[in-house]
């Protein structure tokens, strides 16, 4: 396995010689820094632990800076740790988008944008009442019966209703590279991406 961290930028689209389109999402993956090298002698587990994103001293702990002298590198905003690294990697060295090539399948990692408190119609895809007549009043996206009466005399668990909606990790699978632009460290990705733009996202093969 190998991965990187990266900072979603936005969509575009991509033609192919036959004329076909695929929207993209594009990221901004690395440079990152190797931070810390586990091993199973001395952790139990293999993994790397790369460093994104900088960030001024004076906003970082007193342990952060020295976790990441030992990388001779200065504070970072993001840190993730990647288990079983297929790359051999030591300490302080840099990973970058170059580890991805044209055609690869890959999963991406992110958090989805958050919607607040939403109802069951915005939430879970209810179709609401429909009717308008006979009396109806105020009904037309209200979530319905929600359990029985003396039997079972309570709401049964996982039942669909309105709540927090958004804010969710999620991996999505089944991406493909289309195109790795190593200079400017853009790596173009099939398919929408979970997150707003800005947002951190983690992408691993």
Not at 7 to 31: H, L, N, R, Y
Request: charged content about 25%; glycine content about 14%.
């Amino acid at each position: 396995m190998k991965g990187i961290i990266g900072k979603k930028i936005g969509m575009t689209s991509v033609f192919s010689q036959d004329g076909k389109q695929t929207a993209c999402t594009i990221i901004e993956a690395g440079p990152c820094t190797v931070t810390q090298v586990k091993t199973a002698e001395t952790d139990g587990y293999t993994a790397l632990q790369l460093a994104f994103g900088e960030k001024k001293d004076k906003h970082a702990t007193q342990a952060e800076l020295n976790h990441f002298a030992r990388a001779q590198t200065g504070a970072k905003k993001f840190v993730k740790e990647f288990r079983n690294y297929s790359l051999e990697k030591a300490l302080g060295e840099t990973i970058t988008v170059d580890i991805f090539s044209e055609g690869d399948n890959v999963e991406v990692v992110g958090t989805t944008k958050g919607k607040g408190f939403q109802g069951v119609v915005k939430r879970h895809g209810f179709s609401g009442v429909g009717e308008a007549t006979h009396g109806q009043h105020d009904r037309s996206r209200a979530p319905g019966s929600i359990g029985g009466s003396s039997y079972p005399s309570r709401v049964f668990k996982g039942m669909r209703m309105a709540g927090r909606m958004g804010g969710d990790r999620v991996k999505m699978k089944g991406l493909k590279v289309m195109k790795v632009f190593p200079e400017k460290n853009y790596i173009l990705i099939s398919g929408s991406i979970p997150g707003n733009n800005g947002s951190i996202v983690l992408i691993q093969k």
